[in-house]
């Protein structure tokens, strides 16, 4: 269940106090630089450990006039690919992001143009360039890099990349301890509301919520109608108004399960367990039990997060039996509904909560 999507994001994001650069932090990138060529040209494996890697947060202190260099052994790597290539490529990759070079906009181009059968790195790829582009644009001030991220946002070549983008643009003048640009309601208000796909949405409207500014409620005189199931064999339909608490998803999926609401869950956004698109739920007693900045299923509205038809998300429920539901929007309806909400419908025989109790 767990997924690293915006860990290595929110890691190259923080606010550290900038040390100048030591010489002997370069002469050592140098050196695996000549390794990795050196490996390259014997065709040896490149897991050796003495080329690049990425392990929790740290990378490789590159020096500015290196960066063409790693840029085309990068390159090269991905041609020759084998045994080891991908933890070098992303130690590479965190080495050329954490730069934050504007000079390296053409590299973070080409990166999110790849395309590929079996491409393994492509969401580590994505979330490096989008960290490239934020500390590019923020930390060096670079107009182009942001008008990049901007447009990543929008017109990102997945929904992934384009929920980091959105992310991105809050997260990183938060982090780096710069003051936020005046236009930047306005910015995540367009990504809120024009986004086509859920994560964007989401992040948007999570910036805006993280800035005290209000955030838009989607069909606030409508309401909407999630699918909801457990495995095969059963699934819920749950009808509720846009314009109410998230938190009576998770009743309403365990009315529809028939289940007794007496345990911890949860929202991931992305469906994977990922820090960066979750939202928190409540305790059993109706308590948040996240006692972070960021809303939780009681300070949501339905409406609020950026939910489109088709968007699918995970439920996940009781973090010790670990349920995971998938969850999908099956409708959106903007006017008021001929029949109370919340509004359940049962397809099939649910699942037993607890199969293996005798009662």
Partial sequence: MRDSLGEHLDSLLTNRRWIPPEAELFARSRERMRALKRSLRAGRNLSDGRTFYYFGGE????????????????RTVRRRGGPGSRLVKEGMLGAIASNGSPDSLPFWREALALEGKRDMLKKTRHEFAVAGLALAAFRAGDAESLVELQALALEGPTPEAQGLAARALWLAPRNLALEASPQLPALLTRIATAGRSLLPRYQARLGLHLLERPVPLDSP???????????????????????????????????????????????????????????????????PFDDTEYPDASEWRLGEVGFVKGSRFTYYFDFGDSHVFAVRVAAVHDAPRPYPLPHITRSGEPPAQYPDYDW
């Fill in 59 to 74: 990378v490789e202190r590159i020096a500015p006039a290196d960066l063409p260099e790693m840029e085309r052994l990068y």
């Fill in 221 to 287: 005189a409508g309401s909407l109608t999630f699918k909801a199931q457990l495995g095969r064999g059963f699934h819920c339909l749950v009808e509720l108004p846009a314009a109410a608490p998230l938190y009576t998803l998770h009743r309403a999926i365990q009315d529809g399960f028939d289940w007794d609401d007496d345990h911890l869950y949860c929202f991931y956004l992305n469906g994977k367990g990922s820090r960066a698109f979750e939202i928190p739920g409540l305790d059993p007693l109706g308590n």
